[in-house]
């Protein structure tokens, strides 16, 4: 009875909805919903009695009849299901049949006396009120399909041990420079790794206001310069940015760790007393934070928010923002990531794991991703921005394109809280949903910006997985940008989108150094050698994964105007 009942054609809003006998001996009403007001109820319901009333009886409960007065009777159409139906009174009589599906769930229980008269009311035909909430203006309207809505690249702005300026950055990539130094932020004697990627030199002025710079986390800082190096990359000026709908624009930027070193200025603080604590503790110690300053800033009124899955953070940003672009909610994102935790409880945090690099004496060779002497990553630090666009919206103004995004995709290994899935089968399910996803052939990829962190065995197992999926084409190529930058976290993703996406631009793709006793098994015909390679890229596709299991994979390939 339960299966008959949840199979009845009639309507789901009628399902959920209170019914009354419209008679004036029962003046009996309740709401359909613990949300509504009886008054207001009490006016609606009153509104269709009187429509109700004028309706043939006789024909109510017809199903032709029913057909031609339903919208006169209740203001609205039935749905698609109703018509293939036998009509109202045969989706009564299951609806009220003995032991039928609970409106209000699957228990089965027996009628009480008020759904017996009214199950009665329904077989003999005598008119019955029905009371539907009123459906919000938002729902009612179908949101149209936004097909063929492009994405492209217009901008990039980054923050990184190699550079701050997106050239720079790229052109020291190419040349095989380390960004991996002796950590000088603090006294960092005590611990067994006292290496990172660490920014020596950085500067707000021109990009942050100095009061805001005095306050604010790195995390935030770097956030909010790669930002608007991004905005100014992709040739927004002044004057542009006061002539875009700024409701039609919006800022997906995300953290893993937020401002670590404000809530542990907090904590010190606090030890005095709570009076020394810092007003913007809380603030500007979330994730969130950076983003939605850099809205503020910007007047941007479209989404804005963060994501954190730990180091896979930025490309879930990237892909979330680009999904609002092509649902047709905006035609502008600033996506990507931030991170700065090099302090004394990062860098405790991550070597209590088990998982930094201890290669003191040698710091530019301590990150060597996929070579057999690695012994853990390296901690760095910095941002990445890429400024996202509808392809028309871009066109329309000219813009410079550097690539096009065609998608991507997220899964979970549901393994271990920080170690990678042994056989590799969640990055192996995240490549393939982002290729169906993308409509992407994978013999069209032919470049791939591993996440390849320079783990014991994490490195092998995402080479696996490539393998696996794209260990055919004769043409690939595969590097890691952390031998150079060290691991950023949850700026990483971006900073490699970046990465991918200047080598698409330029048509180099950068060397994988500090790859000089490659694991047994490796082919060294599809990882890049120590020096930059001339490729023409097809599609690139760049990995991030995170503590947790997070897995991301998102799709890029250069624009063609088609």
Not at 166 to 185: C, H, K, R
Not at 274 to 284: A, E, S
């Amino acid at each position: 009875m339960v299966a008959s009942s949840v199979a009845s054609p009639l309507c789901t809003w009628l399902v959920a909805a209170c019914m009354s006998v419209s008679s004036e001996k029962d003046q009996f009403w309740k709401p359909a919903s613990n949300f509504q007001s009886s008054k207001l109820m009490g006016r609606s319901v009153s509104r269709r009695r009187k429509a109700i009333t004028k309706c043939n009886s006789g024909s109510l409960m017809n199903g032709s009849g029913m057909n031609s007065s339903w919208h006169t009777c209740f203001g609205f159409e039935p749905c698609e299901e109703y018509y293939k139906s036998e009509g109202l009174s045969a989706s009564f009589s299951s609806l009220f049949a003995e032991n039928a599906f609970s409106v209000f769930g699957f228990k089965q229980v027996p009628l009480n006396r008020r759904q017996r008269r009214m199950s009665s009311a329904a077989h003999s035909g005598k008119p019955v009120a029905v009371a539907v909430q009123p459906a919000m203006e938002a729902t009612a309207k179908k949101k149209p399909l936004m097909r063929n809505r492009r994405v492209v690249v217009t901008g990039v702005g980054v923050v990184s041990p190699i550079g701050h300026d997106p050239d720079m950055f790229y052109n020291n990539l190419l040349e095989g420079i380390s960004g991996i130094s002796q950590i000088e932020a603090f006294d960092c004697s005590e611990f067994p790794s006292r290496i990172a990627g660490e920014i020596k030199e950085f500067s707000t002025n021109g990009w942050v206001a100095p009061k805001l710079s005095k306050r604010a986390d790195k995390f935030m800082l770097y956030m909010l310069t790669a930002g608007k190096k991004a905005l100014a990359d992709g040739g927004i000026t002044e004057d542009l940015l006061q002539e875009l709908d700024k409701a039609r624009c919006g800022v997906l930027i995300g953290s893993a760790l937020g401002g670590m070193k404000v809530f542990h200025d907090g904590i010190e603080a606090l030890q005095v007393s709570y009076k020394k604590l810092n007003p913007f503790c809380v603030p500007f110690a979330t994730s969130n934070m950076g983003a939605a300053m850099l809205a503020i800033d910007l007047g941007w009124m479209g989404p804005s928010y963060s994501i954190s899955t730990a180091c896979a953070t930025s490309n879930f940003c990237i892909l979330s923002a680009a999904n609002h672009i092509i649902r047709g909610e905006t035609d502008m994102m600033l996506c990507g990531g931030s991170d700065s935790a090099i302090i004394p409880i990062g860098l405790g945090g991550f070597t209590a794991c088990g998982a930094l690099s201890q290669r003191n004496s040698d710091p530019t060779r301590a990150s060597r991703p996929w070579d057999m002497d690695r012994d853990g990553f390296v901690i760095g630090e910095g941002s990445g921005v890429l400024l996202l666009e509808e392809l028309e919206h871009a066109k329309k103004r000219k813009a410079k394109i550097y690539a096009e995004f065609l998608g991507g995709s997220f899964t979970s290994d549901a393994y271990h809280m920080i170690e990678p899935h042994p056989e590799g089968s969640g990055v192996v399910l995240c490549i393939e949903k982002a290729l169906a996803q993308s409509g992407v052939k994978r013999e069209d990829v032919n470049y791939i910006n591993a996440h390849a962190a320079s783990t014991p065995a994490g490195d092998l197992n995402e080479y696996q997985a490539i393998l696996h999926c794209f260990g055919k084409n004769p043409e690939l190529k595969i590097n890691s940008t952390k031998s150079m930058t060290g691991h950023l976290l949850g700026a990483a993703g971006a900073v490699e989108a970046i990465a991918t996406v200047k080598a698409i631009h330029t048509g180099w793709i950068h060397p994988n150094i500090n790859l000089e006793n490659p694991d047994n098994g490796l082919n060294m015909n599809v990882l890049v050698g120590s020096k930059k390679e001339r490729l023409d890229i097809k599609v690139a596709l760049s990995n991030s994964f995170g503590f947790g299991g997070h897995n991301s994979s998102i799709l890029f390939a250069p624009y063609k105007n088609v």
